[in-house]
């Protein structure tokens, strides 16, 4: 979504918003080449790692050639490389794409080509085809037919070329959480937790969001994964009221869980605390449901080995 607002910087540069983000942060140079800043804000920051899904899918449609810079923007044409890769001569970083045209008609200035650029990239220049009919530069998207930036396809492209790097690839069967014969919500609850993506006290100070660490339903301990789901008090009684004295296979346990989460929310935002006889009833039911599931044992990955030490400590706090 945040890579859709830098969308429309690009197509609408004479808003108001562009042209005060402009002044502020890239007053002498383009927005992919804008630096993040002294003291950005949290706007421009989350616009400023934005783009770089842009980059991987932007092209610019020649029109006069007059606003695209041959070594800073993404023109040429082909998914691979959209980039005049450096290094190149001297000469050639000052140019703008009109400058390897003809001067009376739109087509490429073959022998000044050549002479300006190696011949690989040469021929990929004179590859890159103009149409008479484009009149004005224009910044396109090529993931869609339209050339209109979707979140759908930055979604695609980001999960095609950042998630699939190292970089941001995390080891192990993630797949196996989907794949479980388990309620979506359950499936959900649990890729969270292993992804430390639950808004906990605890988490949320990490993220710098300034808030008390204590937990909001007992206000004894931290706030984190592991005294939402065992060591609240709230938590523990209803594990006690629900009868819970073996060690609870891994999808069951999930649904039981869901009951602890929301009733964390429900005491946050509603300032409800149901009574562990009503927690009971609801750990039943999920208890019956949960059981006719399947238990995975063979799952591996960072943070599995804390899901199932969780699981067996339950049967030290129950």
Not at 164 to 172: A, L, R, T, W
Not at 209 to 229: A, G, K, R, S, W
Not at 253 to 280: I, T
Request: glycine fraction near 6%.
């Amino acid at each position: 979504m945040v890579a859709k607002q830098v969308w429309n910087i690009l197509q609408n540069p004479n808003s108001l918003v562009a042209k005060l983000i402009k002044v502020r942060y890239f007053p002498r140079s383009s927005l992919f080449e804008a630096p993040l800043g002294y003291n950005p804000s949290f706007a421009w920051r989350s616009m400023w790692q934005a783009r770089q899904i842009l980059s991987l899918g932007c092209r610019w449609w020649i029109g006069s050639g007059d606003n695209i810079r041959v070594m800073h923007d993404p023109w040429l044409r082909g998914s691979a490389n959209r980039w005049v890769l450096s290094p190149q001569p001297a000469g050639v970083y000052q140019l703008s794409v009109r400058d390897l045209l003809h001067d009376n008609y739109k087509t490429w200035n073959i022998v000044k080509v050549r002479n300006l650029f190696s011949r690989d990239v040469a021929e990929k220049i004179l590859e890159t085809p103009l149409v008479s009919s484009v009149r004005e530069d224009k910044v396109v998207w090529d993931e869609e037919r339209n050339g209109c930036y979707s979140v759908k396809s930055g979604y695609k492209l980001a999960m095609r070329y950042l998630i699939g790097s190292d970089k941001y690839h995390v080891i192990g069967n993630w797949n196996g959480i989907w794949k479980a014969q388990a309620p979506h919500k359950a499936r959900h609850l649990l890729w969270r937790l292993c992804r430390g993506c639950l808004p906990t006290r605890s988490r949320l100070l990490e993220r710098r969001v300034e808030c008390t660490l204590n937990c909001p339903v007992c206000d004894e301990e931290i706030e984190d994964e592991f005294h939402i789901f065992f060591r609240c008090a709230v938590t523990q009684d209803s594990w006690s009221a629900a009868a819970m004295k073996v060690v609870i296979q891994l999808v069951e346990w999930l649904c039981y869980s869901g009951a602890f989460w929301q009733n964390r929310n429900d005491k946050l935002w509603n300032d409800n605390v149901p009574m562990p006889r009503k927690l009971e009833d609801t750990l039943l039911m999920l208890g019956m449901i949960g059981s006719q599931y399947i238990s995975y044992r063979d799952l591996e990955g960072p943070r599995w080995d804390c899901v199932f030490a969780i699981i067996v400590v339950t049967s030290w706090l129950i």
